[in-house]
């Protein structure tokens, strides 16, 4: 008997809602008030560097990053929302698409991390991994064999 698993990156936080995701600017930067999931720390500057980040600086609760047109310092308040200030550049959408960027990038940095904690657990549930194929969507299909015996 073969199992068949396709696991699809997590739908970011912002492309089902974009309107979640404002941007105003002031005093020459541009703030992104973000809502959002990004709450790994390890994952979260995986997916800053896979968004083109040269220099990621992370703390407990801020995280400041650099390309090479602009900086942004990221800060999470009490209840867990992210808010990026943008420095460098005034351009909203140049903002909102680096953040929908960051939150493309940690969804897969995410479904890696199951894919990876899945594929040592398949010994122990009594399978073998088959296959793994990564698709054109970026899904990936696992086929699982169980043992018998």
């Not at 969804?107 to 594929?119: A, D, K, N």
Request: with cysteine.
């Amino acid at each position: 008997m073969t199992i068949s698993i396709i696991m699809s990156p997590p739908a970011g936080a912002f492309t089902a809602n974009e309107g979640a995701l404002t941007a105003r600017v002031s005093a020459g930067s541009t703030v992104c008030a973000v809502s959002t999931r990004l709450g790994d720390p390890r994952l979260l500057a995986g997916a800053l560097a896979d968004a083109g980040a040269d220099r990621i600086v992370l703390g407990a609760e801020q995280i400041d990053v650099a390309w090479s047109d602009r900086t942004a310092h990221l800060r999470r308040d009490a209840d867990g929302v992210w808010s990026a200030d943008f420095a460098g550049i005034t351009d909203e959408k140049c903002c909102v698409d680096t953040v929908l960027a960051i939150d493309r990038a940690y969804g897969l940095r995410v479904q890696q991390e199951v894919l990876r904690r899945l594929r040592g657990r398949v010994p122990a549930a009594g399978m073998t991994l088959v296959s793994e194929t990564t698709n054109t969507d970026a899904s990936v299909t696992m086929v699982l064999e169980v043992r018998h015996g």
